[in-house]
């Protein structure tokens, strides 16, 4: 008798329900359970009691609350978001989700390391009991100022919005070093740009909440931009209707059509690094059609017409210059917008009540400080910046940080010391531009003095540093280094001793203001639970080696531990009387800028208990009444420029243009221009991608070991590649094996590459998967500001 395929199945299907109705599979399935718990070698996960604690997540800049689960209170097994959170409300990010991969990972330090054998080698590291780490670095410290040299001490600190970074200034100050760095930020452009526009030393702050248009050029929202958890549940605000509320329009501009692009009302296609030139345009066509805020202009806006110098040479204003170069036809031809285009999102953007403009780039770098006032700009003249404040200005803390150093003739001699590396010709503001590439640079190259003791503190330079290399050759000639990190990283394996920092979830801590966000914003971060390890925090090991120095720069920090400092915080916030504490019933709408908020508590324990128990204090951005520029008004021609630009300089170079730096190599060899993105579920930060976020990247994103670049059909077939093709990736600072992806997300003759990936450290589930972006983009060095800008790389892709 035969079977054919249709009875087959029939009969198979037949079968499965079958058995699947009997009692006997599930059956076996319980003995083999049963059976499989007497495996000696089988990992049993301890039993007991399970509680709940509350937190926040210090794994990136947006602070969200959470909840952990943990097992007779030591060991945690589960982290979620906490739903009474002011600002994250239940949220959580990849990373923060993925937090506890970070605590028990294997390659955690789990006690204080010295190098016994060559610089580099994660091998030759062997343990140091504390107080002999200490004394180390203690006795070169002393040994260095001794010989009036303090400037030659520096410091790499990845966080700039804790209270630690605080402890960090305030020694530098005291003990005589101008040469304390943060690791680059997109903020240390804007930062500038507002000091030059406003006289301001503030973030900015946009008032996403009750924007209705929303003209964003290049920033990441959705890819982890800002405060990551608080824009995802903006833009979900935004496509959910309200009865009697217009729903919010976005309209992204960017080269590549991101997840950003992809979820936007309108997604405008430009070329690499041409944003600003099409804002220009945009406010062309405000000023020629008479669209812009002229009331906010005339009394509130400095340099829009013709202007007078200190000289008193006559100056080309703003509107002269945007009217003379930036056409729509003039700026089509530089972004590969049409002139039709340019003026339909003028119009448009001039008809909307609450209109606001962002700006940023993938890579979270600074900008180019002349495209950066070009953003400004637009917002001022759509009146973004006037009482409607869909813009304001957030001072990262509304307090004195610390008090006064104090300090001797050596702190004076060594402060008097230029940063090494610093353009003598940066713009004189409250903000000190944050030169870390030139520090790099001179410190790799042997330029000016040598660099005795160099700190790294929660950041990793020779991994997270675009054209990360220069961190490397820095790292080598360095006299002794000494890193806080908490896991083996690219950079912690240069180090000569290291200090390991509580995890982030074992810590007392705080948060200083969200990135992005229209209000002031303090939180204390209070540890889930007690350190594993031999691990020691970096803000007590500060005050502890003041301690030892003695002086004046005991005298400085004068805190028995880092605890007394955070109280510090919450006694200068309940001495203001000023601001809320606050939960999830907190509406961001609600804050008006200027407006102080009518305190909600009184005392500094009462602060202290309700910051620790998971309370935020918030409090409302300034407003723009008045400005401390020279003019007393907002800024369009930045006289602020007049200390670092040529008396006889040209108009242009006073105020927003459109000027990118041109990148090196052979447009012949190197024929295609390589960009970078970011995704949510890759970290490109001080922590790596934990292994439970590997399994959240598609295929065509990471196949095993291999990246994959994105490329147009049109290049594809210009290069003779194919989807899938194993391929080389070269730049001028090297070439990298990769995959091809062809899809018409990027334009023609450009090449995409994911950042987050390609590390060479930690261990099996971390290295060696894709390619570091960071060792392939170049960096120019801003000719104004002095700051390592990245936008786009000569590039050439060719078949393996």
């Given amino acids: 008798m035969s079977l054919g395929r249709r009875a087959f199945l029939q009969f198979v299907g037949g079968a499965i329900g079958g058995t699947l109705l009997t009692p006997i599979p599930w059956k076996l399935a319980d003995d083999s359970a049963i059976w499989t718990q007497n495996w000696s070698w089988r990992p049993s996960p301890e039993r007991g009691e399970i509680t709940e604690t509350t937190g926040t997540c210090l794994l990136c800049p947006g602070g969200c609350g959470i909840q952990a689960r943990l097992v007779n209170g030591h060991r945690a097994i589960y982290v979620k978001g906490n739903p009474d ?16 991969q970070y605590l028990y990972a294997p390659y955690r330090i789990t006690q204080p390391l010295k190098q016994t054998g060559k610089r580099g080698d994660p091998q030759g590291f062997q343990p140091i009991a504390w107080n002999e780490a200490l004394k180390i670095v203690a006795d070169k410290l002393a040994a260095v100022r001794k010989k009036g040299l303090p400037h030659t001490v520096a410091c790499i600190t990845g966080q700039d919005r804790s209270s630690v970074t605080d402890l960090w200034k305030q020694f530098f100050a005291a003990y005589g070093s101008p040469n304390l760095y943060t690791m680059p930020r997109h903020s240390d452009s804007t930062r500038l740009a507002v000091a030059l526009a406003t006289g301001y030393d503030a973030d900015l702050g946009f008032h996403l909440e009750k924007a209705t248009y929303v003209l964003n050029f290049g920033a990441p929202l959705l890819e982890g931009w800002a405060a990551p958890v608080r824009i995802q549940q903006i833009f979900s605000r935004w496509q959910t209707e309200q009865p009697g509320l217009p729903k919010t329009e976005l309209v992204h501009v960017e080269s590549r059509c991101s997840l950003t692009a992809s979820k936007a009302d309108r997604w405008i296609a430009c070329k690499p690094g041409t944003e600003a030139a099409l804002a220009l345009g945009i406010a062309h066509v405000l000023i020629r059609e008479k669209l812009y805020d002229a009331a906010f202009v005339s009394e509130k806006v400095f340099g829009f017409e013709d202007w007078t110098d200190a000289a008193g040479a006559l100056r080309k204003g703003f509107k002269a210059l945007v009217l003379a170069k930036y056409s729509p036809k003039d700026v089509a031809a530089v972004t590969g917008v049409d002139a039709q285009v340019i003026q339909e999102l003028a119009r448009e953007l001039a008809r909307q009540k609450n209109a606001v403009v962002l700006w940023g780039q993938s890579s979270d770098t600074p900008n180019n400080l002349y495209h950066d006032l070009a953003f400004l700009a637009l917002n001022a003249l759509i009146g973004a910046l006037s009482d409607k404040a869909m813009v304001s200005l957030v001072p990262s803390q509304p307090w004195q940080a610390l008090p006064e150093p104090a300090m ?24 000190r531009p944050n030169t870390l590439h030139a520090f790099l640079n001179a410190l790799a190259n042997g330029e000016e003095y040598p660099i005795e003791l160099l700190f790294v503190h929660e950041a990793n330079p020779a991994y997270g540093l675009s054209e990360n290399t220069l961190a490397v050759q820095a790292l080598q000639k360095a006299g002794m280094v000494v890193s806080f990190a908490s896991y083996l990283d690219e950079t912690a394996a240069y180090a000569d001793l290291i200090l390991p920092n509580h995890n982030a979830f074992e810590r007392l801590d705080d948060v200083i203001g969200l990135p992005g966000a229209p209000f002031a914003f303090y939180a204390v971060a209070t540890p889930i639970l007690k350190p594993h390890y031999d691990t020691k925090s970096t803000g007590d090991v500060v005050l502890g080696l003041a301690k030892t120095l003695g002086g004046t720069v005991a005298q400085s920090l004068p805190w028995k531990n880092y605890e007394e400092v955070l109280k510090l915080r919450a006694a200068k916030i309940a001495e203001g009387a000023t601001g809320l504490l606050v939960d999830a019933t907190f509406d961001p709408a609600s804050v008006e800028p200027g407006v102080s908020l009518r305190a909600n508590f009184k005392k500094a324990a009462d602060v202290w208990k309700k910051l620790t128990a998971g309370s935020c204090w918030v409090e409302a951005p300034q407003a723009l009444d008045a400005c401390t520029t020279p003019s007393g008004r907002f800024e369009l021609a930045c006289q602020g420029l007049l200390a670092s630009v040529s008396t006889n300089a040209g108009d242009e170079l006073f105020m927003a243009h459109y000027k990118p730096l041109p ?51 049109e290049t594809a077939r210009k290069l003779g590649l194919r989807h899938k093709a194993k391929a080389v990736l070269k730049t001028p600072l090297g070439e990298a094996p990769v995959r091809v992806r062809v899809a018409p997300t990027v334009p023609a003759d450009v090449v995409a590459l994911p950042e987050g990936l390609g590390h060479t450290a930690y261990d099996e589930y971390v290295q060696g998967k894709g390619v570091n972006a960071n060792s392939l983009v170049e960096v120019h060095l801003d000719p104004v500001t002095g700051l390592g800008t990245v936008w786009a790389t000569r590039a050439q892709l060719r078949l393996a």
């Fill in 663 to 713: 990148p090196s190599g052979n447009a012949g060899e190197l024929p295609l221009l390589l960009t970078t993105y970011r995704s949510l579920s890759l970290a490109p930060g001080y922590v790596p991608n934990a292994p439970f976020m590997n399994k959240l990247l598609p295929d065509d994103l990471l196949l095993k070991q291999d990246v994959f670049v994105e490329v147009h059909p």
């Fill in 85 to 100: 959170h002011a600002v994250s409300r239940g949220g959580l990010c990849p990373v923060g989700a993925a937090g506890l």
């Fill in 408 to 431: 001797d003739l050596e702190a004076f001699k060594g402060l008097g010391q230029k940063p090494l590396g610093q353009p003598t010709s940066v713009p004189k503001t409250k903000v």
